[in-house]
T-cell receptor, first 114, second 108 residues
């Protein structure tokens, strides 16, 4: 079965540093998402992306966050100036066109901000 | 109040038991997903529902749109079914709202 791949699997950074988390969605998928899960808490929606622009974002997704699809295959999440509370597992997901289509998740990037 | 509520939060059962996990939501949705998260953290989509019932192997998922309720059932449960099961609603086409998850432990 096709897979969504995320890199790196673990990222450790100092507070205030910029990080870029990378995702390669499945090739014929058109909708892309970022979620995060802080340890011990529920999964939280961050942002959805369609047709090369953000279609929905949560209140968590403030000016410190941005997403890009720089080369037609990668889908990146940038955090400009990381805070301690950004430490979480970040998941990317994608799906085909159509509300009824199944979501496919990457295995996540564990971000630790020190 | 959470838009998506799951019950129970934790469930421990013996191998072979029939398992039911419930999900109630309070807003209009276009669809609902049941997800499985294993101890390593990876998330897998089990079902997408917009009406009725779906079955895959020992897993059955139902949804009642009028009552804003969905259930996930596992027949003949097995220790490998131990995981966190997450109910997720889709608002509009793009926004997903997650339940807090149900931690299922199946003992041999």
């Amino acid at each position: 079965e096709p897979e969504v791949t995320q890199t790196p699997s673990h990222q450790v950074t100092q507070m205030g540093q910029e990080v870029i988390l990378r995702c390669v969605p499945i090739s014929n998928h058109l909708y892309f998402y970022w979620y995060r899960q802080i340890l011990g808490q529920k999964v939280e929606f961050l942002v959805s992306f369609y047709n090369n622009e953000i279609s929905e974002k949560s209140e968590i997704f403030d000016d410190q966050f941005s997403v890009e699809r720089p080369d037609g295959s990668n889908f990146t999440l940038k955090i400009r100036s990381t805070k301690l509370e950004d430490s979480a597992m970040y998941f990317c997901a994608s799906r085909k066109e159509g509300i009824g289509e199944k979501l496919f998740f990457g295995s996540g990037t564990q971000l630790s901000v020190l | 109040k959470n838009e998506v509520e799951q019950s129970p939060q934790n469930l421990t059962a013996q191998e072979g038991e029939f398992i039911t996990i419930n999900c109630s939501y309070s807003v209009g949705i276009s669809a609902l997903h049941w997800l499985q998260q294993h101890p390593g953290g990876g998330i897998v989509s089990l079902f997408m529902l917009s009406s009725g019932k779906k079955k895959h192997g020992r897993l059955i998922a139902t949804i009642n749109i009028q009552e804003k309720h969905s259930s996930l059932h596992i027949t003949a449960s097995h220790p490998r079914d131990s995981a966190v099961y997450i109910c997720t609603i889709i608002q509009g086409a793009q926004k997903l709202v997650f339940g807090q998850g149900t931690r299922l432990t199946i003992n041999p």
